[in-house]
């Protein structure tokens, strides 16, 4: 009798064990089917951001549209002048988040090329040797140095009390076309990278880098050149300032261009491209396709050479032309990242490949010595 009922307890519990573990398992299960999955949830978050742009843009427009016609315009400039240099920069951190996307669907680890981790920038590491991290991203404020002149004319603004549309055009006025920090605001980006080069060539005393440095340092003359139109006689800007701001700009648009090709993607000189037979690391649709990158170098030339007009501070009353070539050339930036970043990409895999085999070999001779060894 006490084996029986030894025997009945022992069922009942493993009865129940598995009863509770095919509860466990359904419930499981009914937890994974009532959780979304990660892609439909970060769809439905950018649905909810742009059904609330939408919503902004709307009740904005119709309060604008309830004014006058003069008032509507003068608003408009207005909201323009103060506002779309923060529309730049949201839309160069979406178009970074659209790269990253693409990385990670591409299996490009971006996190190795980048060195993201959490020492890269503290008090220590940050004097230590530059990473490529750190030349990618000054190479970007390069492509937003207008955005940064068009940002701090409106905080000039805000501070001074002045409106826009009228302190552009006074000729003493601290926030006006005329003002000393245009020009030093535009090319701080530029001595940034330039020093960032002179400090690669202190640590690798490689010669490529003082090139670098020389392609960065054409860009100070075209913007000081322009900014002088506004502190010389008209005769002198016609006969003798404006020649020289022409032909530097011409020179920084023809240097920048040959290193994008040559350096940063490594396409010598128009002599690879066209041997591009299969696709590459991005996607099968575009890399490796020969018309991609004729696209590729031909709008860069062309959007290299109209950046200059944006550097350029007597262009900039022509507000909506220069806006647009913001745009462009954060397009340019956009696509330039891509093969910038492919070409690193290519250059880690292949040291990474050299090592391997020197290993192999280094192993293949010490297993030969052995062998000899024990044949002696």
Same mark, same amino acid.
């Given at each position: 009798?006490?084996?029986?009922?030894?025997?009945?307890?022992?069922?009942?519990?493993?009865?129940?064990?598995?009863?509770?573990? #095919?509860?466990?398992?359904?419930?499981?299960?009914? &937890?994974?089917?009532?959780?979304?999955?990660?892609?439909?949830?970060?769809?439905?978050?950018?649905?909810?951001?742009?059904?609330?742009?939408?919503?902004?843009?709307?009740?904005g427009?119709?309060?604008?549209?309830?004014?006058?016609?003069d008032?509507?315009?003068?608003?408009?400039?207005?909201?323009?002048?103060?506002?779309?240099?923060?529309?730049?920069?949201?839309?160069?951190v979406?178009?970074?988040?659209?790269?990253?996307? #693409?990385?990670?669907?591409?299996?490009?680890?971006?996190?190795?090329i980048?060195?993201?981790?959490?020492?890269?920038?503290?008090?220590?590491?940050?004097?230590?040797?530059?990473?490529?991290?750190?030349?990618?991203?000054?190479?970007?404020? &390069?492509?937003?140095?207008?955005?940064?002149?068009?940002?701090?004319?409106?905080?000039?603004?805000?501070?001074?009390?002045?409106?826009?549309?009228?302190?552009?055009?006074?000729?003493?006025?601290?926030?006006?076309?005329?003002s000393?920090?245009?020009?030093?605001?535009? #090319?701080?980006?530029?001595?940034?990278?330039?020093?960032?080069?002179l400090?690669?060539?202190?640590?690798?005393?490689?010669?490529?880098?003082?090139?670098?440095?020389?392609?960065?340092? &054409?860009?100070?003359?075209?913007?000081?050149?322009?900014?002088?139109?506004?502190?010389?006689?008209?005769?002198?800007?016609?006969?003798?300032?404006?020649?020289?701001?022409?032909?530097?700009?011409?020179?920084?648009?023809?240097?920048s261009?040959?290193?994008?090709?040559?350096?940063?993607w490594?396409?010598?000189?128009?002599? $690879?491209?066209?041997?591009?037979?299969?696709?590459?690391?991005?996607?099968?649709?575009?890399?490796g396709?020969?018309?991609?990158?004729?696209?590729?170098?031909?709008?860069?030339?062309?959007? $290299?050479c109209?950046?200059?007009?944006?550097?350029?501070?007597?262009?900039?009353?022509?507000?909506?032309?220069?806006?647009?070539?913001?745009?462009?050339?954060?397009?340019r930036?956009?696509?330039?990242?891509?093969?910038?970043?492919?070409?690193?990409?290519?250059?880690?895999?292949?040291?990474?490949?050299?090592?391997?085999?020197?290993?192999?070999?280094?192993?293949?001779?010490?297993?030969?010595?052995?062998?000899?060894?024990?044949? #002696?």
């Amino acid at each position: 009798m006490l084996g029986d009922e030894v025997g009945n307890d022992v069922e009942e519990d493993f009865l129940q064990t598995e009863a509770n573990g #095919v509860k466990n398992s359904s419930t499981t299960m009914s &937890t994974v089917d009532i959780m979304p999955s990660p892609v439909l949830l970060w769809r439905f978050k950018v649905l909810l951001f742009f059904i609330w742009g939408f919503i902004c843009c709307k009740v904005g427009w119709d309060s604008v549209m309830r004014m006058s016609a003069d008032l509507r315009d003068l608003f408009l400039y207005e909201a323009f002048l103060y506002y779309n240099p923060l529309l730049l920069v949201t839309m160069m951190v979406w178009l970074w988040g659209v790269n990253l996307w #693409v990385f990670a669907q591409s299996n490009v680890n971006y996190v190795k090329i980048f060195d993201l981790d959490q020492d890269h920038l503290t008090h220590r590491e940050v004097w230590k040797a530059i990473s490529f991290s750190d030349f990618f991203l000054a190479d970007i404020l &390069t492509s937003m140095a207008k955005v940064f002149s068009d940002l701090e004319r409106s905080v000039c603004r805000m501070v001074h009390r002045q409106v826009a549309t009228i302190a552009w055009f006074e000729a003493d006025s601290v926030c006006g076309s005329h003002s000393v920090a245009i020009p030093l605001v535009l #090319v701080l980006p530029y001595l940034f990278r330039l020093f960032q080069c002179l400090r690669q060539y202190k640590d690798t005393r490689e010669k490529t880098a003082l090139f670098n440095a020389l392609k960065y340092s &054409t860009a100070v003359p075209v913007i000081f050149l322009s900014a002088l139109k506004y502190h010389v006689l008209p005769g002198s800007w016609t006969n003798f300032y404006r020649p020289l701001w022409l032909l530097s700009s011409v020179l920084n648009s023809l240097y920048s261009f040959y290193w994008d090709i040559t350096r940063d993607w490594d396409l010598s000189c128009f002599t $690879r491209i066209f041997k591009f037979n299969r696709p590459h690391l991005c996607s099968y649709l575009f890399h490796g396709r020969r018309w991609v990158y004729v696209w590729v170098i031909g709008s860069n030339l062309i959007l $290299r050479c109209t950046w200059t007009y944006k550097l350029s501070a007597h262009l900039r009353h022509n507000y909506l032309t220069v806006f647009a070539i913001t745009v462009l050339e954060m397009l340019r930036r956009f696509q330039w990242a891509f093969f910038r970043v492919e070409n690193e990409w290519n250059k880690m895999n292949s040291k990474s490949n050299i090592q391997l085999s020197e290993k192999d070999n280094t192993n293949e001779e010490a297993q030969s010595l052995i062998s000899n060894d024990h044949n #002696v």
